[in-house]
DNA sequence: CGACACATGTAACACGTTACATGATTTG
DNA sequence: CAAATCATGTAACGTGTTACATGTGTCG
């Protein structure tokens, strides 16, 4: 629901078009999220079905169609920024789903799954630096996202850097099995 | 693409059916992310279609449906495991978005939103360290999830901080704008 | 018997995403 | 003139999600 409630928050400082809403949220975000323009008028449709927003009239002479909040949708806005977050609103984290399932699927080799994360992330966690250093000091929306995604990469690390230590303590009182197949479930781990 | 993966994943460690998928990815990932049984279905319909998995005969005596994973499956398997998954492929920010917009959305006092949820993002913190407090040593799985999770709210609570320190700064230098209209606009922001 | 867990499945919908079609206007 | 940008829109599909229908077995 980022991008509904997105372009809603957009219309709230005025009436909007499609195509101005798309240029508006990519700048917005610092074009951390790339957003197709075709996606704009979809999700305006849907608002509209909703009774959040409002087209004014038919297009102008340039074509453009503007759109303008409605009352409920104004209330929706409200809501939305003082809701937080929940944790349960989020979506399943991938990467933690593909880890506690690598620990336990015969054949996986799990630190060399940490380890090529680990290796993706901190190669991304430069790109966001350099990013950042080349940001200037005024566009404060993108530097609040750049930050959030170099905090959540710095975490990631950190994290992954935990599982391998915990791995490397498993591994020390339970040897590894991976390649070579353990003499009693031989049979099983063959393919 | 989580469960995809994710039911794939479990389907590698041998033949399994709809019902027991859904109880198996839950304790995989420590019920962290309840799995809609439906789901399982769906699911497993569509990886059919594409030729991961396969269906043994009819149901057995006791109405259950095994499935067994492909060579094509396994392949992707193999192939999701040994990928990283990279910024890009995540989803859109929610909470970063909300206050990159609530920054630039006039009436909105985004100090506010920072604070309800940092409450928020704290309270959660201490029901998963009160989580893996209770969780015992011997599931790994659930706490890898676990830990995932505290790491990503220490992080979202460390860059909230960052956030209202900028906003104070801001603060200091421009004075808050929020209800008192800019003189130069005034009948533009008037509804 | 009634409630509950086991077990499968379908229908319907939400949002996100892309590819495509169409046309006006600007600009090198 | 050709290419790029501006501008709207639709069709089609993907995953995720829920609600519902259906039936068996078990246990207090």
């Known amino acids: 629901m980022s991008i509904r409630h997105g372009l809603l928050a957009l219309l709230e400082r005025g009436p909007r078009y499609g195509y101005q809403l798309r240029s508006e949220f990519e700048s ?10 075709g996606q704009v008028y979809t999700t305006l449709a849907r608002l509209e079905r909703d009774g959040l927003v409002r087209p004014v009239g038919e297009a102008d002479a340039d ?3 503007t759109y303008l909040i409605t009352d409920t949708g104004r209330a929706e806005v409200a809501s939305w920024f003082a809701t937080p977050v929940q944790r349960a609103d989020r979506p399943r984290d991938e990467l933690a789903i593909k880890l ?3 620990l336990t699927t015969p054949g996986v080799d799990i630190r060399a ?4 994360q680990r290796t993706a992330t901190l190669r991304s966690l430069q790109d966001l630096t350099r990013l950042k250093v080349r940001a200037g000091e005024d566009d404060h929306a993108w530097l609040l996202v750049l930050e959030a995604m170099i905090f959540q990469a710095e975490a990631e690390v950190r994290w992954l850097d935990h599982c391998e230590s915990r791995l490397a303590r498993l591994g020390r009182l339970e040897p590894i099995t991976e390649q070579a197949p353990v003499p009693t479930r ?4 063959a393919r």
Not at 28 to 33: Q, V
């Open 113 to 116: 799954v940490v380890q090529t």
């Open 63 to 65: 074509g453009r169609v």
């Open 28 to 37: 917005a975000t610092g074009t951390t999220w790339p957003l197709n323009v």
């Open 186 to 189: 031989a049979r099983e781990d």
């Open 100 to 102: 506690a399932l690598a």
